[in-house]
Each structure stands twice: as C-alpha cells, then as structure tokens.
C-alpha cells in the first residue's frame, strides 16, 4: 500500500497525496516520492531518439521494428524498442543485428532532422531554467534549484511538463530522472524506460545504491570492472567495504572517483559550459583493407576532422588516440601524450600514425579511428616549438594560412595531396 507523500499525475499534471490512480484524470501514470518537491538536479534522456523521429515522420513504421545506422558493415546508432526486444543494441555492428531481427527496417540516420528536432527540445528546457547541460542531441541534464517561485510549481511539476510538451508539441518521448546529485539523475532516468520518470531521493541514497553492480557506475565499463573484480569489487556493497585510502592506492583517481559515488556522492554542478572530454572520429570502411596509402588519407581526413572541431570549440587536447578494428573484430586502443596540448591536425596526423606504426597490427582493418583527449582551452595550444623536429613550425604555419583560407573561401579551397589518396 502506497504510503501519504507528495504525488504527480504525469498525464494531466495534477498534484495530490499519493494513491494508484490520479484522481482527476485516473491515469495510473503516477509519480509519488517522500522527497518529489524537494529535489532539483534532473537528467532528461528521450527514448530512442534517432528511431523516434524516424517513426514520427513515417507512420507506416510505427508498429514495425526499427535500426537506424549503416550500411551491412556499419554499426547501430540506435533502434526502436521492438528492436531491442529482440536483442539489438547501440554501436552493436549490423550484420549482427540484422541476424537477431531480421524483419527489422533498417535506414541511414538524417542527422539534419535530429539537430532540428534537439534544437526544439532545448528551446523547451531553456523556459524552464539556464542550468542545462547538454550531454548529446537527446539527453541533458537541468538545475531547476530556486524555478519554483519564478514557475509557481516544483521542479517534478515542470519535467512532467516538459516531456508531455515534448510528447504532444514534437512528437518524442523522454525519461526523466529525478534526484540530488548528477550521478543519481542519470542513474534514475534510465529505470523506468520508455516515458519513464523515476525519483532517487537523499534518504534512500545508501540502501538504493548497494546491492547494485559496480556497472551502474557511469564510466565503469569493460575494462574497468574487469580491473575492479579482479580485486573482488563486484557491486557496491564490496567497495564500500575498501577504505578510502586502499581505494586510491590500487586504483590512482578512479578509486577516488569510487569511494565518493559508492556512497552516493557528486559535486560536480550542472554546467551550460562543461568542456567535453574528449574530441574523436572514425570511419568503417566498406571493404576490409590493408591499403597503407589508403589508411594513411584515411588517418589524415580523420586528423583533419578533429583538429577542425577542436579550433571549432577552440579546444585543444594533451594526448592523442588511435583506434583500430581489425576485420575479425579485435579492437586496437592507442594513447600517447604530448609534451604541450595541439590542436592542429599535422601533430594529431603524425602522432597518431607514429602509433599505429609501433602498433605492429598487421591488417586488414574495418574500422580507423583518431581523436584528443585530456581536453584544454585552445589558448594553451601548441606554444612550445618542437626542438626535435625543425620543420614543426613551418608545418603549423602553413596549416593555420590554410585555416584563413578555408574560412573566407570554404572548405574545398586547399585540399592537402594526402587527403585523396
């Protein structure tokens, strides 16, 4: 029996004492919470995005299973949840998923459509507060601390407002999490999927957060939880068995990062500015292929790309990575930091090939891919000259010349000679 708390009709915005049924409109789509007026600090994820839009502007699809991403030799950008009912994932590759559901239909995403369509849903977030801190076309987190006297509702109020505007006005569904911190309103906006709307409130943090496996972690992926249960570190129960120090001791700053979100603590604010943590593109190419020219045009348009969407955000990053999938499927990750961060695609090109030169990886590859990370302001770019390689400098200036050039004349006006191999 649900208990007297502080409840919210998602359909028909209604508040009330918390009961199954909302009283005005009896949808069972109820939200009640001890803590559902208090808390401020929300995540909002739309449902899969990209096949939500797909299925907005074509009816027909509407009831049929639906990927959204490449070609046979591409991967998933995301699909439907019929899709995922029958195992398809994201960045799942799609000779896969089209194995596990064959009846499915499959288009190339229209990003265009989507940008538009992110650009309406922000403008909808932006009435509600300036705290928005985007993550990616569909998801963003909200500050919403102090809204209540300039809307005249709490918080929960206005995120059941926007997704229904979201549903009603674009025709796209989102899932909100509702909690204290960052951390628990990501964690919360995923519980509850599709049009979902899930509360992690302070006084349940602990018990809520222990029986869970340290995956629910945001960043604790592959690797990291084989690193972890190597040291038997399974759920959260177990690290918040370690000590602080031990924590730091085995595992440098993430241990750090692990002992405070073990315990359901995240200072970090939601910020409209929040530098990205890395810069990256890749390619599949449509034939495996061992061609070293061609890798090495590839390698160069890919720098190129980065380098152009680093000065873009005027960015620039201490280390750069190489990525590399070999066409049985084994994945080759490299990193190398720099003496000073770059943001030109010359150091990105010849530090990234230097690597998969030293990689010994023989071909053929399916997939390439180069990117910074360890992101800083650009002002902090290439400012110490290379005393090992004297023609450094007069690379960079070129590059910066043709900069100029491609800005008044466009992108075509210099190609450079390796770029069409």
Excluded at 351 to 378: H, K, N, Q, Y
Excluded at 397 to 419: T, Y
Aim: aromatic residues 4%; positive net charge; contains cysteine.
């Amino acid at each position: 029996m649900i208990g007297i708390m502080p409840a919210l009709c998602r359909d028909c915005l209604t508040r009330f004492t918390a009961g199954a049924r909302c009283p005005a409109c009896r949808s069972p789509r109820v939200v009640a919470h001890e803590e559902l007026e208090a808390l401020s600090i929300a995540h909002m994820d739309c449902d899969a995005f990209y096949a939500s839009v797909e299925k907005r502007d074509n009816p027909d699809l509407r009831d049929r299973p639906l990927i959204v991403g490449g070609g046979t030799r591409g991967v998933v950008s995301t699909c439907c949840y019929l899709a995922r009912i029958r195992g398809v994932r994201s960045a799942m590759p799609m000779f896969q998923a089209r194995a596990l559901c064959p009846e499915a239909v499959v288009i190339a995403p229209r990003m265009q459509v989507y940008a538009e369509v992110s650009r309406r849903i922000r403008a909808l977030m932006e009435e509600l507060t300036p705290d928005i801190e985007p993550l990616s076309l569909d998801e963003a987190f909200l500050d919403l601390s102090g809204t209540a006297r300039l809307h005249g509702a709490p918080p929960a109020v206005l995120l059941a407002r926007l997704t229904k505007r979201m549903e009603d006005e674009i025709g796209v569904t989102g899932s909100v999490g509702l909690s204290h911190n960052k951390f628990l309103a990501k964690i919360a906006s995923d519980l509850d999927k599709p049009r979902g709307f899930s509360v992690i409130g302070r006084a349940e943090t602990r018990a809520f957060l222990t029986p869970k496996p340290v995956g629910i972690i945001w960043g604790v992926g592959t690797a990291s939880r084989a690193a972890l249960e190597s040291a038997g570190i399974r759920t959260i129960a177990d690290l918040l068995r370690w000590e602080r120090a031990d924590l730091i001791a085995r595992f440098g700053q993430m241990g750090e990062r692990l002992w405070h979100l073990a315990r359901g603590e995240d200072r970090r604010r939601v910020s409209r500015d929040a530098v990205p943590k890395s810069i990256s593109k890749e390619t599949t190419f449509s034939e495996d292929t061992a061609d070293a020219d061609l890798l090495d045009g590839h390698l160069w348009r890919l720098a190129e790309q980065v380098a152009d969407r680093a000065k873009a955000k005027d960015l620039a990053g201490r280390t750069v990575t190489l990525k590399l999938k070999r066409g049985d499927f084994q994945l080759i990750s490299r990193r190398q930091a720099l003496g000073d961060p770059t943001r030109l695609a010359d150091r990105i090109y010849r530090t990234a090939r230097e690597m998969m030169d030293r990689s010994g990886t023989p071909g053929p590859f399916r997939l390439i891919g180069v990117g910074i990370a360890d992101l800083c302001p650009g002002t902090e770019a290439d400012r110490s000259p290379d005393l090992l390689d004297p023609e450094a400098s007069r690379r960079a200036a070129a590059e910066r010349a043709a900069d100029a050039i491609r800005a008044r004349f466009g992108k075509e006006a210099i190609i450079k000679g390796r770029a069409l191999r």
